[in-house]
């Protein structure tokens, strides 16, 4: 027997097949694996989203949470008209082009080759939980479009944010008419069944979400306030179709199979039984490791605030 404490890199946090899951995704194979446009399940599944995330006021669906980060990053410059953005040290958001630098030491060298020296110098770094560094970083540029974060801190919740950062990061963005972006791929519906923004009370003006929503199958999304997902809405404006609007295409957006498994799953999450109880174990999980370094006289400790 294997215990597994990964759990699909976070996106199950229901366990391996469970029964409303698997119910849900034989039913959609026999409908169908993909229809090449919008479905029931797909409106089920947007609904759910935002009754439960306290900033989705609109849903737009990706493949993965790469591609939500970026889809939010690009939705940020054209609502705001400006290009760069501040990504802090330790922080992952995918594997894109924009933010590939600073999430690894040294952060001055990005996560991968291939990264254009242009598209670099379109983020600023800044360190994380320190609100004059972050004041500074948004007073070094006025063409400053969005903040990006993950709200449980640097690496996975490693390095735990500071409640009060979080607030000073909100304030100050609101006050400049920056987009505020909570990457919650990894800690949507885990630190609450409304992921971070409902844990510490502080709304971002988009997020985006992967792993958990699609129920142990492949999805993202990017969820926000309604201002700024209209810049995703066709208009009967030519100009505003070539200039303004910004399409997000994507063979596979709110592909079925994940919907069916997305809703099946967020109407257990709804219940806040399964994150509840996934909070539970990780607190037996941290007691045990802790009694058994202290037994055992290791210097260390196991530490966190959410599964």
């Not at 110098?121 to 006025?142: C, E, H, K, R, Y």
């Amino acid at each position: 027997r294997y215990i597994d404490y990964w759990m699909g890199h976070g996106a199950m946090l229901l366990g391996h097949a469970h029964p409303a899951v698997v119910e849900a995704v034989q039913a959609q194979v026999s409908r169908g694996t993909h229809a090449g446009g919008n479905t029931r399940a797909e409106m089920d599944w947007a609904r759910l989203m935002m009754d439960l995330v306290p900033c989705a006021e609109s849903v737009k669906f990706t493949s993965s949470g790469t591609e939500a980060t970026l889809l939010a990053l690009r939705a940020a410059r054209a609502y705001t008209g400006k290009s760069r953005i501040i990504k802090f040290e330790g922080h992952f958001h995918g594997w894109h082009d924009y933010v590939a630098c600073g999430v690894t030491p040294p952060y001055d060298t990005p996560m991968s080759a291939g990264i254009p020296e242009a598209v670099q110098q379109s983020v600023i770094l800044a360190p994380f939980n320190n609100a004059a560094a972050f004041t500074a970083a948004l007073d070094s540029s006025d063409d400053i479009a969005a903040v990006i974060l993950e709200p449980g801190g640097s690496f996975d919740d490693t390095i735990p944010s500071d409640p009060a950062f979080l607030a000073h990061v909100r304030q100050e963005t609101a006050r400049r008419g920056v987009v505020l972006i909570f990457d919650e791929v990894v800690t949507g519906f885990r630190y609450a069944v409304g992921g971070c923004q409902e844990y510490f009370n502080i709304i971002p003006d988009l997020t985006t979400l992967a792993k958990v929503m699609a129920g142990g199958l492949n999805g993202g999304a990017v969820v926000g306030r309604q201002s700024i997902m209209e810049i995703f809405d066709p208009k009967p404006d030519d100009t505003w179709r070539r200039y303004q609007m910004v399409p997000h295409p994507g063979t596979f957006n709110a592909n079925p199979l994940s919907a069916a498994a997305g809703v099946a799953a967020l109407q257990l999450i709804a219940t806040g039984e399964p994150t509840k109880r996934a909070q539970e174990m990780t607190g037996l999980l941290i007691e045990g490791i802790n009694d058994v370094l202290e037994r055992r006289s290791v210097p260390g400790c196991a530490y966190g605030r959410a599964s």
